[in-house]
């Protein structure tokens, strides 16, 4: 049955990144889920994978660290313990490293911090839905759902406003890096061996360690102490700090990932809105903001999937997964498990409960910043209804080349205003 991609036969190479090229393959997902939930693929660029598709099968084994280890890597590529070692966040540890980093900055990120974000967030939505709605058409993508996470990346990493468009395209040569408008040094289809102890094998990361070297030097010139890059780089209650490399690591992470999931999301929100009628008029009544925001992440998965590495023999739906195998995690695909979710292809804003895995909840790596991205697309959608009546599509959207990223890279849009 034809869902979303009409390109996908059902039978999609999950490990090609232009597989997703044109949105997640769908049908692939569903036919996986119903036929074959844990299913090994061979992989031309490394080594082969297990395939996890259902909802209940991702929400079990995401909670089991001790099985399925984030300890060599979070994507399907493979790697050497040097590079391993080069490249990691406390996102691909496990245990008391895991916990030591996240427990630095957990509250900065706490519900009650974030809460107090909400009218800064909201000053900022002002000037860019006014820059942007002003011109009737535009991509919506780079006019809005990209403005506001960037901005409000750089209240929290405390930068300068004119580094922001460089920080992010930076962000997105590292995670995009499989996607030829975002870098020149597409991972997989040229020799990128130069950068393999640099974050996400690209050139980007070598420029961000740069910029976070001269970011911290000038902040402590200035006796500047607040804000998150402080908090990392404080002293444990052993007296241990975080290495340079570590901390480098840990700014790129927040460059790129800071900005991903809210931003596609706030994408896929707007391409909702013009493709599903009556979420405007839902919108404007006003009765769905405490549902909204999981519900447009969910309809959005921008993580489409994390790597696992198995430490022991498992087996899983009567498959014997062996000891150092990679196990993936497709959010995408438990996102649109019709076993969770009533009608999974439809965005119900009012959807309760709503267990997506967007934020990889359930487990010890749920996303940090899970209650800034809420804030976020919630305050955005709030004052973007107030000034529309319309909105529609002007053309076909465009995806991110990348099977690790989903998100609408290119949305051209059309909005009638009050």
């Known amino acids: 049955m034809t869902i979303w991609v009409p390109e996908d036969d059902g039978h ?17 997902f569903e036919r996986l889920r119903r036929e074959a939930p844990c299913h090994w693929s061979e992989f ?16 079990r084994m995401i909670r089991d660290t001790e099985t399925f280890s984030s300890a060599q890597g979070i994507r399907m590529e493979d790697q050497t313990h040097e590079e391993y070692m080069a490249r990691r966040t406390f996102q691909e540890t496990d245990g008391t490293d895991h916990r030591k980093v996240r427990m630095k ?31 009737g058409e535009f991509c919506a993508t780079h006019a809005i759902a990209r403005e506001l996470p960037m901005r409000m990346l750089g209240q929290i990493l405390g930068v300068p ?5 460089w920080l992010v395209d930076k962000g997105d040569a590292l995670m995009a890096n499989t996607d030829p408008d975002f870098t020149d040094h597409v991972a997989d289809r040229m020799e990128t061996d130069a950068y393999r102890l640099m974050p996400f094998n690209s050139p980007a990361g070598a420029e961000l360690y740069e910029y976070a070297r001269d970011l911290m030097e000038k902040k402590n010139a200035r006796g500047d102490t607040d804000g998150i890059l402080h908090l990392i780089l404080q002293p444990d209650e052993n007296g241990e700090t975080i290495s340079e490399t570590e901390f480098r690591n840990f700014f790129c992470l927040l460059v790129a990932a800071g900005n991903d999931t809210t931003r596609y999301s706030i994408a896929a929100g707007i391409q909702a809105l013009a493709r599903q009628p009556g979420l405007l008029e839902q919108m404007q009544a006003g009765d769905v903001w405490g549902t909204a925001p999981d519900e447009i992440v969910r309809w959005a998965s921008p993580a489409t999937y994390f790597r696992r590495t198995a430490t022991k023999d498992v087996e899983v739906h009567g498959q014997q997964i062996k000891a150092g195998d990679k196990v993936l995690y497709w959010f995408c695909s438990a996102n649109r498990d019709d076993a969770m979710f009533a009608d999974p292809y439809k965005l119900d804003l009012a959807r309760k409960p709503n267990r997506q895995l ?36 002007t053309g076909p959207e465009a995806f991110v080349r990348s099977n690790f990223v989903g998100g609408i890279k290119r949305l051209p849009v059309r909005v009638t205003l009050n």
């Not at 031309?44 to 929400?59: C, K, L, N, P, V």
């Not at 107090?116 to 820059?131: K, N, T, V, W, Y």
Request: proline residues 4%; contains cysteine.
């Open 12 to 28: 999609a190479d999950l490990g090609a990144h232009d597989s997703f090229a044109r949105g997640a393959p769908y049908n692939t």
């Open 44 to 59: 031309d660029q490394g080594e082969g994978y297990w395939s996890i598709t259902r909802h209940a099968d991702i929400d």
């Open 105 to 135: 900055v957990a509250r900065a990120f706490s519900p009650g911090v974030v809460a107090g974000f909400e009218e800064q967030i909201r000053d900022l939505c002002h000037p860019i839905l006014d820059a942007a709605l002003a011109q």
């Open 161 to 165: 406003d004119e580094d922001l468009g």
């Open 358 to 393: 967007g934020f990889g909840q359930g487990g010890p790596h749920v996303c940090l910043g899970m209650h800034l991205a809420r804030l976020e697309i919630r305050v955005l959608f709030q004052e973007l209804v107030k000034r529309i009546k319309a909105v529609e599509l």
